[in-house]
């Protein structure tokens, strides 16, 4: 697939995306692209369609209506497992680690899973190599080298959402989907994601779904504030955070109240 002047377009392309759940439309019409190198943000009230959206996209919802390409190609009809081969990753709210194991031997089957020979890796001593370097070089993208060995049921929840993570960035995707990363980390957790995320290579797309504005004001050259399932504003951070619209739709009645409060004439 090639756009007008014959090239075929990099990053994510989203048109006219669309998912009903019987008489609800919790997606409505979205389209959003969203260039190699993106980091862009997903906000929205409760139930605005966000985690549904990065559903359509990772191909584990399927969309009545529009189209998924990704570097040209054609993944509307594509499940997830393809998806992921292709280059979509996801990270979820709830970590998919394997808790009976360690940390170290969740990265390495990640990386077994994403291993373009992984039918054979297990004969191939070469190849568990390769598998077992690739992990260490995760273990300490993410900060979780001292726990190497540890079972992952022994992690915190923040670690948990960093070895995901972890497991996520193993396969080199192109789209990254990240789900509330800062849900429930600690402040030393969230400082260890944000410096994760400001060192992924130029040509990892993050498309991120957070209600922590202050995380998206750092995170995120570009916002789409989704209310309703439609794509209400998709404008640079500091535009979309402060536009009238967002304001309201998003944090509602709490910001309305604020401003309407009288100014404080005191000294202090
Ligand atoms: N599998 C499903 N079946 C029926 N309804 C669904 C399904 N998935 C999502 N919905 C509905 O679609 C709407 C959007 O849900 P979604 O989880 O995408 O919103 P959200 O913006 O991610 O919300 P939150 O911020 O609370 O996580 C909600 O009304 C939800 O109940």
Not at 147 to 169: F, K, V
Not at 175 to 200: H, S, Y
């Amino acid at each position: 697939m090639t756009d007008d002047s014959g090239l075929v377009p990099s990053g994510l392309a989203l048109s006219g995306l669309t998912r009903r759940y019987g008489s609800l439309t919790a997606v409505d019409g979205v389209s959003l692209d969203l260039a190699t190198g993106a980091r862009h943000a997903v906000i929205g009230p409760n139930g605005a369609g966000k985690s549904t959206l990065l559903n359509l996209i990772a191909g584990t919802a399927r969309a009545q209506r529009g189209r998924v390409v990704l570097d040209g190609r054609d993944l509307t009809r594509a499940g997830p497992a393809r998806r992921g081969r292709l280059g979509i990753a996801r990270s979820f709210q709830q970590p998919s680690v394997i808790a009976d194991l360690t940390v170290r031997e969740n990265l390495v089957m990640a990386v077994w899973r994403h291993h373009p020979r992984r039918r054979g890796a297990w004969r191939s001593p070469g190849r568990y190599r390769e598998c077992a370097a690739e992990a260490e070089r995760q273990l300490e993208a993410v900060g979780l080298r001292d726990l190497a060995s540890a079972p992952a049921s022994a992690l915190s929840h923040g670690q948990r959402r960093l070895l995901d993570l972890g497991a996520a960035l193993v396969a080199r995707p192109r789209v990254l989907l990240l789900d509330e990363p800062a849900a429930g980390l600690t402040d030393e957790d969230v400082e260890r994601f944000v410096e994760l995320l400001g060192g992924l290579p130029d040509e990892v797309a993050v498309l991120l779904v957070e209600h922590n504005t202050e995380l998206v004001a750092r995170l995120a050259d570009t916002v789409t504030v989704l209310v309703e399932g439609r794509a209400l504003v998709t404008a640079p951070t500091g535009e979309a955070l402060s536009h009238p619209a967002v304001r309201e739709a998003y944090l509602g009645t709490a910001a309305a109240e604020e401003d309407d409060e009288p100014c404080s004439n005191s000294a202090d």
